[in-house]
Each structure stands twice: as structure tokens, then as C-alpha cells.
């Protein structure tokens, strides 16, 4: 496997030790809600966007329940990128995080 799956829980410790979080709906999702501090790139998009990720931090990546962050992390993650994609997704995360 060539990405970490983490729980909603962990999204906090990755964000401090300098993680990227990635939300990977379409805009108007992200627009409607999204976890703070999260950047929009959607998943058909990620094609372009890989080449301005930076290689030395990690990317979390979410979407609604964490199946296209799945694919997306697997993506990254041939490609060298640490990566980690969060289970259950945006959805889980709601349950963890009272916040959202």
C-alpha cells in the first residue's frame, strides 16, 4: 500500500506536524461545508495539481465518505507523495469533530 489509512481522530496530529489537508469534492461541496483549513482540489483535477504539491509535507485527504479519496491516495502515493486518506470520510469526521 502506497497511503495510510487514518482515523477522523488523527486529523488533528497530521495538520500540527505540518500535513496538508485536502479536500477532494467539487467546489460546491466545499463550498457548502468543509473541515478548516482544508484547500479544495477536486479529484479530477488532482492530474494538474500533483506537480504543485509539495513532496516534503504529508497530504490528508478527505471527501464525503472516503471512497474518492481512496482512489485519489492511492494515486499520490504511486507517485511518491506520503499520503494518508481519512476513513469514512468528511461524514465520520462530523461524528468525531462536534465543531463541524
Known sequence: ???????????????????ILIDVREPEEYRTFHYPNAKNIPYDRLEAWKRRLPRSRPLVLYCEHGSTSLMA????????FEVYTVIGGLEAMKKVDRHL
Do not use: C, H
Not at 13 to 19: L, P, S
Not at 73 to 80: I, K, N, Q, S, V
Open 1 to 19: 500500500m502506497d497511503f495510510r489509512l487514518i482515523q477522523p481522530s488523527e486529523i488533528e496530529g497530521q495538520v500540527k506536524r505540518g500535513a
Open 73 to 80: 491516495a492511492r494515486m499520490l502515493g504511486r507517485e511518491g
